[in-house]
């Protein structure tokens, strides 16, 4: 073999050897993070979801094992559920020592981040409905996050656009706390909108009360919100699945229904104008990335709102109401021309 050939492959395996080595150097000091998510509902479900799997986009590149911690809350509702599902995850906290936990919605940050506050283990909130002080997350040194404001007079105005004339609304929701929170918050907002009032608002425990309350609307109303529709239970105490709540409602109300999140248009409510659960997610995971990569307080990330609203129409429920929607609000949204169960 020539020298100069010798000389080049030596080279070349060294230059191999080195990479290699490098490799292994890098692979072996490369931190592998812990990051625990607890959502405060179940799984499959549209909006903890697409939480989470904008929270896992924006943190695509590095080395994360991921653990979920299933609340149910929603499936559950009750007080002695929530504690028990709080004590649990907050031993899985103990036991497995994440670096960073990423709790979703309401219930988890009742259960679970609030007993952590000002603590050395960082927090990423999102999907917080109610005044996160009612939490102690206001000020704290470890936790960050994405509130969701829900866009009320937005939402309204869009629901008028499609159906003109509608003023007067009732509001029926389960028990959540997170939704009774909520209907203050529409009745002190929709004040900014003249001639729109709320002449009724319930809160209800069971579906077939649900279903009565629908019925008594329907004459007295010109539209509602079905709010809270996760914690109904039927005649035996088991829980009513939202779907088989909205898909009751969409076939059995004539009245103009409204919401603010995207699978509930899925599911047959009119309209939306919703927070967007992969973009609330996206915002949590880049908080989440600043703290474990680069090195940031949560406190200096602090908690913001995420104040991008997607106009929704379910166009299926507009035809099935007798609604004619106009080429202005069906360019400027999102129309879904079926139900849900229809793709099925």
């Known amino acids: 073999m020539r020298p100069v050939i010798r000389i080049v492959l030596a080279a070349a395996a060294a230059l191999?050897?080195?990479?290699?080595?490098?490799?292994?150097?890098?692979?072996?000091?490369?931190?592998?993070?812990?990051?625990?998510?607890?959502?405060?509902?179940?799984?499959?479900?549209?909006?903890?979801?697409?939480?989470?799997?904008?929270?896992?986009?924006?943190?695509?590149?590095?080395?994360?094992?991921?653990?979920?911690?299933?609340?149910?809350?929603?499936?559950?509702?009750?007080?002695?559920?929530?504690?028990?599902?709080?004590?649990?995850?907050?031993?899985?906290?103990?036991?497995?020592?994440?670096?960073?936990?990423?709790?979703?919605?309401?219930?988890?940050?009742?259960?679970?981040?609030?007993?952590?506050?000002?603590?050395?283990?960082?927090?990423?909130?999102?999907?917080?409905?109610?005044?996160?002080?009612?939490?102690?997350?206001?000020?704290?040194?470890?936790?960050?996050?994405?509130?969701?404001?829900?866009?009320?007079?937005?939402?309204?105005?869009?629901?008028?656009?499609?159906?003109?004339?509608?003023?007067?609304?009732?509001?029926?929701?389960?028990?959540a706390p997170s939704m009774q929170a909520l209907v203050g918050q529409i009745r002190e907002q929709i004040k900014a909108i003249p001639g729109v009032e709320i002449v009724a608002a319930d809160t209800v425990r069971t579906f077939e009360a649900y279903q009565e309350v629908v019925r008594q609307y329907q004459d007295r109303v010109d539209a509602f919100w079905p709010l809270g529709v996760h914690g109904f239970v039927d005649a035996q105490g088991k829980g009513v699945p939202r779907e088989v709540v909205l898909k009751w409602t969409a076939e059995n109300s004539r009245l103009p229904d409204i919401a603010f999140w995207e699978d509930r248009v899925r599911l047959g409510t009119l309209v939306a104008v919703t927070v967007s659960p992969r973009q609330h997610g996206l915002a949590a995971g880049r908080m989440a990335r600043a703290i474990l990569v680069e090195g940031k307080s949560p406190a200096s990330l602090g908690l913001k709102p995420d104040v991008k609203g997607v106009p929704m129409v379910s166009l299926a429920r507009a035809n099935k109401l007798g609604l004619k929607v106009t080429s202005g609000v069906l360019l400027s949204a999102e129309v879904l021309e079926k139900f849900e169960w229809e793709k099925r």
Do not use: C
């Open 16 to 175: 191999g050897l080195a990479g290699q080595a490098f490799a292994q150097q890098k692979a072996a000091g490369e931190k592998t993070y812990r990051v625990l998510y607890v959502m405060s509902y179940h799984s499959p479900m549209g909006w903890a979801d697409g939480q989470f799997a904008g929270f896992k986009e924006a943190l695509e590149g590095i080395p994360v094992e991921y653990r979920v911690f299933r609340m149910e809350a929603n499936r559950h509702r009750t007080e002695t559920w929530a504690v028990q599902k709080g004590r649990e995850a907050r031993e899985l906290i103990e036991a497995w020592k994440p670096d960073l936990v990423y709790a979703s919605d309401d219930d988890a940050q009742q259960h679970v981040t609030r007993h952590y506050v000002n603590k050395p283990l960082p927090f990423v909130v999102s999907g917080v409905n109610r005044d996160p002080a009612a939490y102690g997350l206001v000020g704290s040194t470890n936790v960050a996050g994405v509130l969701e404001p829900v866009h009320i007079v937005e939402t309204v105005r869009l629901l008028q656009a499609v159906a003109p004339g509608v003023r007067r609304f009732g509001i029926v929701t389960d028990e």
